[in-house]
């Protein structure tokens, strides 16, 4: 190949206009050669089969190959997204979007939005984040300007162009250039690293205690949901990978989560394995790998700037049962099939949570969960029932939809009355509480109580530090039910 052709091809002379976007951006020709021809040889090594008696060995040194040089890749850029909001994540249902009326197309949502002024400050320097866009990668980043050209293109003169701080029309205008990025044009940006995507999901997950933070974003927000719904579900194993260790009280075995924002997992395990902190000097990882039972998750590699990242997205406040911390054998699987040793990284099994109706409550109970609950059992399976049509298939549920609470007739006890009356029943109450609202927490038997009397009552704390931190049913207690409940919180 021709020099100027080569360096056209990493980068190019600074003069005259920027290079194509390639489609695998960032990694310069030679890399970029090199893993599309390993991956060629890798499906005819894999065609060849066992007619060959080096098959197995030439598709391990194949796909050894493949694999040391995707990890030397920049995937992962998006980590910042795989790891927001993990912490933030609550038990309650989301209810950001009812009552929203009406769709804005991308400019009309974004434009009037100052970068500048919502970039974040980091907390090392107290600086706010500088954002600029490289017209090498076509794609915005925050990495530093010197470093970054000399990692990526060093054919490049650093000090030939100091980049300035990215503007929404870089934004728009980067989307608008692209057939494929303009039919989701919402999701495209959430995948860019800009203050977008940081700023919007902070205002989703605090839409109840900052609104007028969330009126700046919501347009934006109300267009990404309505796209990715569009998209087509991914349903089987997501990966979603953070680089460092999650609250174990929060995400302990039986909890309902519910991520209050769109949340980024991705189809690969080796993907997953990018997003980990690297131990210095060794092979090991370090943080938190959720393996995710997707039923609702959206493919988006298509419509990313991230495409080698594999990316799916799970709606706003979809909501997941943490089955519990991955046995030892399948965490030795997970390290075989990502190379790397997971020693120091916890892994946690979620699957996705989808109450469509009552009768499905369940079916996302354990066997000796389920046994001390007979009565609630019981008296969802005595509700009345109708077919209807739930994700292209007939199913039967309650007629009494799953987000109203159901009531007993004679002592006027609702599902979180009698949930509440088990002792040490927090799995059983989470999930009847999944799909409802605050002030159905509030609602008291015939006897004036609240399922919090019922827990208090009993002392059940965990029960009733739960039942408070989805109301204020505690203002209702009676005078003695604070002083007890006081400890527990």
């Not at 992962?76 to 009812?98: M, T, W």
């Not at 988006?300 to 991230?306: G, L, M, P, R, T």
């Amino acid at each position: 190949m021709a020099a100027p052709v080569l360096a056209a091809a990493v980068g190019g002379p600074s003069e005259g206009p920027p290079p194509p976007a390639s489609p695998l951006p960032c990694i310069g020709w030679a890399q970029g050669a090199t893993k599309l021809l390993l991956e060629q040889a890798l499906g005819v090594v894999q065609d060849v089969g066992p007619a060959s008696p080096d098959w197995g060995e030439c598709l391990g040194v194949v796909d050894e190959l493949l694999d040391c040089l995707v990890d030397a890749l920049p995937v992962g850029e998006g980590k910042n997204r795989s790891a927001n909001g993990i912490e933030q994540a609550d038990s309650g249902v989301f209810g950001l979007f009812e009552g929203c009326q009406g769709r804005r197309d991308l400019r009309a949502a974004l434009e009037s939005i100052d970068l500048a002024r919502h970039a974040p400050v980091d907390a090392s320097t107290g600086v706010p984040t500088h954002y600029w866009m490289c017209r090498h990668c076509q794609r915005p980043t925050s990495d530093n300007w010197g470093a970054h050209m000399l990692k990526k293109h060093p054919q490049e003169d650093p000090l030939a162009w100091p980049p300035p701080a990215l503007k929404m029309e870089d934004v728009l205008g980067l989307v608008a250039r692209t057939d494929q990025h303009r039919r989701s044009p919402a999701v495209t940006v959430y995948t860019m690293e800009t203050p977008v995507y940081l700023k919007s999901n902070e205002s989703m997950r605090e839409w109840n205690v900052a609104p007028e933070r969330f009126r700046v974003w919501r347009d934006f927000a109300l267009l990404l949901d309505y796209e990715l719904r569009q998209l087509p579900r991914f349903i089987g194993h997501a990966y979603r990978g953070v680089n460092f260790s999650v609250s174990g009280r929060l995400y302990r075995q039986g909890a309902v989560i519910t991520w209050n924002q769109p949340s980024s997992a991705t189809t690969s395990a080796r993907v997953a394995r990018d997003f980990l902190k690297k131990d210095p000097g060794g092979q090991g990882r370090s943080g938190t790998i959720f393996i995710i039972q997707s039923t609702t998750a959206r493919h988006i590699e298509a419509h990313s700037v991230h495409p080698e990242e594999k990316e799916v997205l799970f709606l706003t406040g979809t909501q997941f049962q943490v089955v519990g911390m991955a046995a030892e054998g399948l965490k030795r699987l997970m390290a075989e099939a990502m190379r790397t040793d997971l020693q120091g990284v916890d892994v946690y099994e979620l699957r996705e949570l989808t109450l469509d109706s009552w009768l499905d409550l369940e079916g996302f109970l354990e066997p000796a969960v389920a046994a001390r609950n007979h009565e609630l059992l019981a008296f969802i399976r005595d509700q009345p029932t109708d077919r209807v049509h739930v994700n292209q298939a007939w199913k039967t549920v309650c007629v009494h939809p799953i987000t109203t609470l159901i009531r007993r007739p004679g002592d006027g006890a609702t599902a979180l009355h009698m949930a509440a009356r088990v002792p040490g029943n927090l799995q059983c109450l989470q999930l009847a509480a999944a799909r409802l609202h605050a002030h159905h927490f509030d609602e008291r038997d015939r006897a004036g109580r609240t399922a919090l009397d019922v827990a208090v009552g009993n002392g059940d704390g965990a029960a009733a530090v739960f039942l408070m931190l989805r109301s204020d049913a505690w203002r209702g207690l009676d005078v003695a039910g604070p002083c007890r409940a006081l400890p527990w919180v």
